[in-house]
Nanobody, 114 residues
């Protein structure tokens, strides 16, 4: 059973930083690409960042230069370092695994006050 558990969200002022974490279980983490998505209230879920099993990263244009995705295979964990946060980054953030699109965690709420 694949499980994804996100943490690290919170309330932060615009310009601040947060680091999100996701622990994955039930899959071969070191061989799996990982994603961070977000869903703002009333909007569709959108892809924020992804990292391949080899460490290649890609970002949505809206977060390039501000967010950094990374992974620690020894801890079965993927991270999202978010800097220079904006009000429009407010959303519930979810991690997801390549090939396991039907499995979602509970997400972690990020609220950026302007």
């Amino acid at each position: 059973q694949v499980q994804l558990v996100e943490s690290g969200g919170g309330l932060v002022q615009a310009g601040g930083s947060l680091r999100l974490s996701c622990i994955a279980s039930g899959l071969t983490f070191s061989m799996t690409g990982m994603y961070w998505y977000r869903q703002a209230l009333g909007k569709q879920r959108e892809l924020v960042a992804r990292i391949t099993f080899g460490g290649i990263t890609n970002y949505a244009d809206s977060v390039k230069g501000r967010f950094t995705i990374s992974r620690d295979n020894a801890k079965n964990s993927v991270y999202l370092q978010m800097n220079s946060l904006k009000a429009e980054d407010t959303a519930v953030y979810y991690c997801n695994a390549l090939g396991y699109s039907g499995y979602w965690g509970q997400g972690t709420q990020v609220t950026v006050s302007s």
